[in-house]
């Protein structure tokens, strides 16, 4: 039996906690205002098990409140292209396992389901940020650095 589970509306809370976590390792000291405002439309998108969004968390072995980790991704559809004609991709977001959970394979296994929820929707390739920790992880899974460059506006 898998430790991963799909989030469900129960788990807003603590999703936006780790999301917190992810936050703090490339921020530390960031705000964390923005949860108040952020926790209705979570719970809309968890509660929406057949949209384009998911969560997949593992429940802390040692503390049966809280998860131990969490990955969350999208489903985005963009018009086709070569080597994605049906324009789904998937964007993976807010990896983060708590402090005292890591190195026992959460984030990976977590990783996993989304990877194989992306497959099933039919996502072409999967897209990701990688933070300089992280990376060794995500390589080892087959994600390769991107020649394409970012750009963004804040609105």
């Known amino acids: ?87 789904l991709l998937g964007y993976v977001f807010s990896v983060a396992t708590a402090p005292d959970a890591r190195r026992r394979g959460f984030a990976r296994a977590c990783m996993d389901e989304l990877l194989e929820w992306f497959r099933e929707r039919g996502a072409g390739h999967v897209m990701l940020t990688a933070s300089p920790d992280a990376e060794p992880l995500y390589a080892s899974m087959g994600f390769t650095r991107d020649t394409t460059p970012s750009m963004r506006l804040y609105l």
């Not at 936006?16 to 390792?25: A, K």
């Not at 952020?38 to 057949?50: F, H, K, N």
């Open 1 to 87: 039996m898998s430790l991963v589970r799909r989030a469900v509306v129960e788990d807003a809370q603590e999703v936006l906690r780790l999301r917190q976590v992810m936050i703090d390792s490339m921020n530390p000291g960031a705000s964390t205002e923005w949860q108040a405002e952020s926790l209705s439309a979570l719970r809309t998108r968890l509660a929406d098990p057949d949209g384009g969004f998911a969560a997949f968390v593992v429940d802390h072995p040692e503390r049966p409140e809280a998860l131990a980790a969490l990955v969350v991704g999208t489903l985005e559809y963009r018009i086709g292209g070569p080597g994605r004609p049906s324009g």
